[in-house]
C-alpha cells in the first residue's frame, strides 16, 4: 500500500524535527498591549476567547485551526524560531530513510535561496552544513554544476535538460576532468559523501517515478560519475 504526499511530508517532518529543525510558524495571537504572540494554544493566556454566550471567537477559532498546522507545534509543541536540521543527530539508519522519503516525495527538501547559496558558493570548499540541507534531487544537479562550469557533456537526458537552460553552460567536446581544480574535487567528494548518507545518489529514472524508494539497483558507475 502505498503513502499519500502528505503521509511521506509528516514522516520527513518528523525526522527533520528529531535533527533540530523549526520551522518558525507557530500562530500568534494580539495581547492587551497590542503585541503579536506566538504560542501553540491559548489555555492560561489572558485573552478573551469566547463571546457573552459560551461561544468561540472567530479569530480564536482561526488561531486553532492554524496551530494545528504549525509545525512547530505539531512536533515541538510550542514556538521556535526556524532553524535548520542537524542529521548529525539522526541514525545512519534515519538518514538512510530520510533520503528515501525525499526520493519518494519527488521535490526539492530545501527552498531556492538555500540551492542558489551553496551554488554560487562553488569557488569555496563547501559546507557540510549546507549540503545537509539539500535534497537528493537537489544535490545531483549541484555536484554535476561542477562539471558543467568546465565545459562536461553530459550524456544523461536529465542533465542534458537541466543545464540547457543554464545561459552560462558551454558544452565543449575537447573537455577533460583535467580542467576540474583541487577545490572541484573536494567539493564533489562532500557532495557524493552527503548523497551516501541519504541513501545514495539518484538515477535518471528518479526523476520521472512517483516511488524512487522501491528500487534496489546499485547505481552504476557511469551515473555516480555525472555522465
Known amino acids: 500500500m502505498g503513502f499519500t504526499y502528505q503521509q511521506l511530508e509528516k514522516m520527513q517532518d518528523t525526522l ?5 529543525k523549526a520551522w518558525g510558524d507557530a500562530p500568534t495571537y494580539t495581547d492587551d498591549e497590542d503585541n503579536e504572540i506566538p504560542a501553540c494554544n491559548l489555555y492560561k493566556l489572558k485573552v478573551e476567547t469566547e463571546d457573552e454566550d459560551g461561544d468561540p471567537l472567530s479569530w480564536a477559532m482561526d488561531f486553532r485551526e492554524a496551530a494545528r498546522n504549525s509545525k512547530d507545534c505539531t512536533h515541538h509543541s510550542s514556538p521556535r524560531e526556524p532553524s535548520t536540521p542537524d542529521l548529525d543527530r539522526l541514525s545512519p539508519e534515519e538518514r538512510i530513510e530520510l533520503g528515501l522519503l525525499s526520493r519518494a516525495m519527488g521535490s526539492f527538501a530545501s527552498d531556492d535561496t538555500s540551492r542558489k547559496t551553496v551554488q554560487q558558493s562553488l569557488d569555496e570548499v563547501l559546507s557540510l552544513t549546507d549540503l545537509r540541507e539539500l535534497s537528493l534531487r537537489d544535490l545531483r544537479p549541484l555536484r554535476n554544476t561542477i562539471y558543467a562550469r568546465r565545459g562536461r557533456p553530459f550524456k544523461s537526458p536529465v542533465l542534458r535538460k537541466h543545464f540547457a537552460h543554464m545561459p552560462w553552460y558551454k558544452e565543449d567536446p575537447a573537455y577533460t576532468d583535467k580542467r576540474l581544480t583541487k577545490n572541484d574535487l573536494r567539493n564533489v567528494k562532500l557532495i557524493l559523501s552527503v548523497e551516501q548518507e541519504l541513501g545514495g545518489s539518484l538515477k535518471d529514472e528518479d526523476f520521472l517515478i512517483s ?8 547505481p552504476d558507475p557511469g551515473y555516480l560519475s555525472g555522465v
Open 16 to 20: 527533520l524535527a528529531k535533527a533540530g
Open 211 to 218: 516511488d524512487p524508494s522501491s528500487r534496489r539497483e546499485e
